[in-house]
C-alpha cells in the first residue's frame, strides 16, 4: 500500500509491477495525463462504433454491441 489515495474515489493506491493501481476503480493512476475512465470508455465505444461499420461478421456485430451496451451504463 502506498501513502497516496486515489482522485477519483479516496481508496488507498496499490502499488504492482512499479505501476500505481486503485483497488476499488482498478485502474491503473499514471499521472494526471492519463485519460479518465470516461475518456477511455468514449474513445472505446468510438473505436467499437468504427469497428461495427466495417464488419459484416454478425458475431463481431453482436459482440460489439453486447460491449456498447456495457459501456453506455458506465458513462
Ligand atoms: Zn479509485
Do not use: V, W
Given at each position: 500500500?502506498?501513502?497516496?489515495h486515489?482522485?477519483?474515489?479516496?481508496?488507498?493506491?496499490?502499488?504492482?509491477d512499479g505501476?500505481?493501481?486503485?483497488?476499488?476503480?482498478?485502474?491503473?493512476?499514471e499521472?494526471?495525463?492519463q485519460?479518465?475512465?470516461?475518456?477511455?470508455?468514449?474513445?472505446?465505444?468510438?473505436?467499437?462504433?468504427?469497428?461495427?461499420?466495417?464488419?459484416?461478421?454478425?458475431?463481431?456485430?453482436?459482440?460489439?454491441?453486447?460491449?456498447?451496451?456495457?459501456?453506455?451504463?458506465?458513462?
Amino acid at each position: 500500500m502506498t501513502s497516496r489515495h486515489c482522485e477519483k474515489c479516496g481508496y488507498p493506491l496499490f502499488e504492482k509491477d512499479g505501476k500505481t493501481i486503485c483497488a476499488n476503480c482498478t485502474e491503473e493512476e499514471e499521472g494526471s495525463s492519463q485519460p479518465t475512465t470516461d475518456a477511455a470508455l468514449h474513445l472505446k465505444r468510438a473505436e467499437l462504433l468504427d469497428r461495427l461499420g466495417e464488419t459484416k461478421d454478425l458475431n463481431e456485430i453482436e459482440h460489439i454491441l453486447r460491449c456498447l451496451h456495457l459501456i453506455k451504463e458506465l458513462i
